[in-house]
């Protein structure tokens, strides 16, 4: 189910070192695009729907949902010079707009991209565009005028994402994927005199 490498697996033994009975609680949560994984080491039972994985000196406690979620995944230990922690190599998880969304919801999506909210930034130079759909979120990517705008998300959530949930009710949420530091002319760019 899961597989720790060498080094991970020391880690944990060492953050473990003064406990008993080392426990290591994994939550994963967000969507199969942009997953947040929690690792804890606590001092509790498994829950009824836990699966438990036994690992080298220590157990591991994996609530069912995330379970899923982490079928065949590796968890390495990463130092970088922004820092060090646990990194997870899922092979469930696919980036973000690695393939072209389709189907009727991203159809109806992109419809209302091209009819409602691209008329109203493209006063501003923008331009919103569908970059992937998963368990009914929508994620867009800002460019033009909109990309790097301090206003960004005020316009996510009070144009986009409003204009998407009236139209297209089944919508659970919409994500701005865009990096707003990125490119050769994001919206802001600092001037030297």
């Known amino acids: 189910m899961l597989t720790f490498t060498d080094r991970a697996r020391e880690m944990v033994k060492t953050f473990a070192e003064y406990t008993d009975d080392p426990v290591l609680r994994i939550r994963m949560a967000g969507s199969p695009l ?8 606590v001092d509790e039972d498994a829950a009824e729907d836990d699966v438990v994985v036994e690992e080298q000196g220590f ?3 994996v609530d ?6 982490l079928e065949g995944a590796t ?3 990463a130092e970088t010079p922004q820092g060090a922690g646990f990194e997870v190599q899922n092979p469930n998880v696919r980036g973000l707009g690695q393939v072209e969304p389709s189907g009727p919801l991203a159809e109806r999506v992109k419809q209302v991209l091209v009819d409602r909210v691209n008329p109203a930034v493209a006063s501003h130079g923008g331009h919103i565009g569908l970059v992937d759909i998963a368990d009914n979120i929508v994620y867009i990517e800002m460019s033009g005028g909109c990309q790097g705008c301090g206003l960004a998300a005020v316009t996510l959530q009070k144009g986009v994402e409003r204009m998407l949930r ?3 009710p089944e919508i659970a949420g919409v994500v701005d994927a865009t990096d707003h530091a990125r ?3 994001p919206y802001y760019t600092e001037t030297h005199a």
């Open 166 to 168: 009236e139209a297209i």
């Open 75 to 77: 968890v390495d230990w």
């Open 34 to 41: 942009s997953p947040e994984y929690e690792f804890a080491l």
């Open 64 to 69: 069912a949902a995330s379970a899923r979620k």
């Open 59 to 61: 157990r591991i406690l």
């Open 183 to 185: 490119g050769d002319n």
